[in-house]
C-alpha cells in the first residue's frame, strides 16, 4: 500500500472507530466512504467566525459544496482539516509559542500571536494568483520573525507531473537578490521538476518569494508534513533536508518539521491543561 492509500485508510478507520459517519466523493455510498457529513464533523471544534472569514477570501475553495463534489474540508485526508484541527484551537489558548520553538525560533514574543489561515502573498505584479500559505503565525512582538506554515498531508505522497516553475519567474531579476542558490534550484525547476519526486518545491520558492516581498526578511517558513513510512517516507524527508539546506544557505529561516514531531511537542506541554485537544491529535494523527 502506498504511503498516500495508508494515510487515507488510517483516517477513515479512525472515523469508523468512533461511529462516524462517512458518505462517498458524491455524498452517497457509491465509491469509498471518506469524506464527512459536514465540515464541523472533520474538526475537533467548529471553525470560528474568524477561521471561516479566512477560508471564504483564501483561493483553496476549502470550504465550498459543489454538485456532486463535497467541500475539501469534509475528506478525511484533508489537509486544511488537519491546520485547523492543530492551529485554530493552538491560537485560542495564546500558545503559538510551541510552533515557535519546534521552528527553532526563541520562543518570547509568541504568545499570545494570531492564527490566520489562507492568507496571500504577492509574488509582484502580473504574477496572476497570489500565493496561499495555509497558516501564518503573526507574533504579539513585531520585532519577531513572523511564521508562515505550508501544510502537506496525503497530497505529499502523490507523486505531481505539473509542479514546475514558470519561466515568468526566472525573467524577473529583481525577486532574486541575496538568493543566488534559490535561483539556481529555481532554474533546475523551470520549466518541469526532474529534482523532486515528493516535494513540491516550487511552490515553497514562491512562497519564500511572496513572503519577502512582504516582510524582507523576517519570516520563517516551516514546512509540515505527515512522515510517512518506507521507501516513500524517507525520499521525502530527504527532499526536504536537500531544500531546507539550499534555504539556509541564502539565509532564509526554513524548517522541516512532521506532524508526528510537532504533536508529540504539544502533547507534551499541554496534556495536562488540555487532555481533550491533545488526545484528539494524538488519537488521530500519531
Known sequence: MSTYQHIIARQIAWAQGRGLPLVDSRGGDRGRPAYFPTITDNLFQPLTAETLECFRNGDGKEIGDYPHKPAKMRAVHSTSALAVNLFQ?????GRVDLLAS????????????????????????????????DVVVKPSDLERPVIAVECKFSEAYRVNESKGLKAKYLSRAEL???????????????????????????????????????YGGNFCLAYLYYEGQGAEGLTHAEEAAA???????DGVLFCAITYQQLISRLAAELVSSHPDYVAYLT????
Open 283 to 286: 488519537g488521530r494523527y500519531m
Open 102 to 133: 519546534a521552528s527553532g525560533l526563541q520562543p518570547q514574543g509568541y504568545a499570545p500571536g494570531a492564527v490566520v489561515f489562507e492568507e496571500k502573498y504577492p509574488v509582484g505584479r502580473g504574477f496572476g494568483i497570489a500565493p496561499n500559505v
Open 176 to 214: 532574486w537578490p541575496e538568493l543566488p542558490n534559490l535561483h539556481r534550484l529555481a532554474l533546475a525547476l523551470s520549466p518541469d521538476d526532474e529534482q523532486f519526486q515528493f516535494l513540491h518545491a516550487a511552490q515553497l520558492v514562491k512562497h519564500i518569494l511572496g513572503l519577502r516581498a512582504a
Open 243 to 249: 531544500f531546507a539546506e539550499i534555504a539556509r544557505a
Open 89 to 93: 484551537y493552538l491560537g485560542q489558548i
